[in-house]
């Protein structure tokens, strides 16, 4: 998984309750991304970071914040879990802009009761 | 909204017989890639292939792209059991995101 981290790996939480995934990489990448994996929608980014402190929204970041202090380190924060945001979290990150391809992580599961 | 879809869906065959799935996309590209990922894990990068390159080969791996029909295949040939995962195409506009498709589950039966 070169080199990138996720935690926890597993999570059940209750609706309502505040929720912050880790991803934590050790290649000195530049861009870090969050996605969401869910049956029959792929990949969808949620947000992603371009450097310590630079963030910018995706597709679906609704309901989800981000923060990025240290190259290593890029949290997705859910801010008031729901039974929707139950999915797969993916952490990935790259190298430069193109065209370099994408490092995943193993993933969190988060389920929302 | 998604920027590639995979077809087929899904696709059964047995060892030795080869896959082939393909991705349509919608806009300008720099480049088109494919992840596989395997049940249970993270995506793993296959292959990329620029917009002015037409066929790449990796292995048992060989893409094509078509950008004035934007498309692209990829054929995994001499198919093994532990080619089974689900595979990806992610559209690449040179800025700073990909954009995935649906996926492809593939099934190789020994």
């Known amino acids: 998984d070169a080199g990138i981290t996720q935690s926890p790996r597993h999570k059940v939480t209750e609706t309502g309750t505040p929720v912050t995934l880790r991803c934590h990489q050790t290649?000195?990448?530049?861009?870090m991304y969050w996605y969401r994996q869910d049956p029959g929608h792929g990949l969808r980014l949620i947000h992603y970071s371009y450097g310590v402190k630079d963030t910018d929204k995706g597709e679906v970041s609704d309901g989800y914040s981000v923060s990025r202090s240290k190259t290593e380190d890029f949290l997705l924060t859910l801010e008031s879990a729901t039974s929707s945001q139950t999915s797969v979290y993916f952490c990935?990150?790259?190298?430069?802009?193109?065209?370099?391809?994408?490092?995943f992580g193993p993933g969190t599961r988060l389920t929302v009761t | 909204s998604q920027q590639g879809e995979e077809d087929p869906q899904a696709l059964s065959i047995q060892e030795g017989e080869n896959a082939t799935m393909n991705c349509s996309y919608k806009t300008s590209i720099n480049n088109l890639q494919w992840y596989r990922q395997n049940s249970g894990r993270g995506l793993v990068h296959l292959i990329l292939?620029?917009?002015?390159?037409r066929e790449k080969h990796s292995g048992r791996l060989r893409v094509t792209l078509d950008t004035s029909k934007k498309s692209s295949s990829l054929l995994i040939t001499a198919s093994r059991a532990a080619d089974t995962a689900s595979y990806f195409c992610?559209?690449?506009?040179?800025?700073?995101?990909?954009?995935f498709g649906t996926g492809t589950r593939l099934l190789v039966s020994p």
């Open positions: 290649e000195n990448h530049r861009y």
């Open positions: 292939i620029r917009s002015n390159e």
């Open positions: 990935a990150t790259r190298l430069g802009q193109i065209p370099y391809e994408q490092y």
């Open positions: 992610a559209t690449d506009d040179g800025f700073q995101k990909l954009v």
